[in-house]
């Protein structure tokens, strides 16, 4: 089974700043049919489902601004934020999609420093 | 583009089961048909719970679970079904369902709050 890890937990960036959020998976999420890694990045605000923003790892979701940007392959992938804004205060999760099981990390909480 | 409405909140008694609703609403016939439940306890993270190809009807669960839920589709109303039996206050949570495929979990619905107490 794949176990999904990110790091940190939670961190606190100033505005304007980058934040960079790590997520490892226990096994490789490449589909070597196609050559993508099965992997997508969330973001949740308090009260709402989730939001797709990047998926096969470094593709963003229709409407998501360029600050947001995924890389990555095989079991490291890190999703970047830069110019962080108040609106961008949420907690990310990676998830990946690669076989019949989906599994999310643990999310990690971003904050205003 | 799909667009997914869930009912209401739900309260269940412990070893009762709980049936969800996922309503779809839009779509085409190229669009994916695999349809994913996600639960979210409070103020906890994101647990999957199964994915069905809708059209297929077949259905895979995650394994914590398994034996408790299933997954079904009714095309006749176009709504997908979360079946979850014997809950227990553990089973407490928000549940959503959403639409995967190649692009990951891409429309989600709003929540359904499912509160098991005796």
């Known amino acids: 089974d794949f176990v999904m890890t990110q790091s940190p937990d939670s961190l606190a960036v100033s505005l304007g700043e980058r934040a960079t959020i790590n997520c490892k998976s226990s096994?490789?999420?490449?589909?070597?049919?196609?050559?993508?890694?099965?992997l997508a990045w969330y973001q949740q605000k308090p009260g709402q489902p989730p939001k797709l923003l990047i998926y096969w790892a470094s593709t963003r979701s229709s409407g998501v601004p360029d600050r947001f940007s995924g890389s990555g392959s095989g079991t490291e992938f890190t999703l970047t934020i830069t110019r962080l804004q108040a609106a961008d205060v949420a907690i990310y999760y990676c998830?990946?999609?690669?076989?019949?099981?989906?599994?999310f990390g643990q999310g990690t909480r971003v904050e205003i420093k | 583009q799909v667009h997914l409405v869930q009912s209401g909140a739900e309260v269940k008694k412990p070893g009762s089961s709980v049936k969800v609703p996922c309503k779809i609403f839009?779509?085409?016939?190229?669009?994916?048909?695999?349809f994913t439940w996600v639960r979210q306890a409070p103020g906890q993270g994101l647990e999957w719970m199964g994915t069905i190809d809708y059209m297929a009807g077949t259905a895979v669960y995650a394994q914590q679970i398994q034996g408790r839920v299933s997954i079904t589709a009714d095309e006749s109303t176009r709504t997908v079904f979360l079946h979850l039996r014997s809950v227990t206050p553990q089973d407490t949570a928000v549940y959503y369902c959403?639409?995967?495929?190649?692009?990951?979990?891409?429309?989600w619905g709003q929540g359904t709050m499912v509160t098991v107490s005796p």
């Open positions: 959403a639409r995967d495929g190649e692009s990951a979990l891409d429309s």
């Open positions: 839009g779509g085409s016939s190229t669009d994916s048909f695999i």
């Open positions: 096994q490789s999420v490449l589909n070597t049919s196609n050559n993508k890694n099965y």
């Open positions: 998830q990946q999609y690669n076989g019949p099981q989906r599994t």
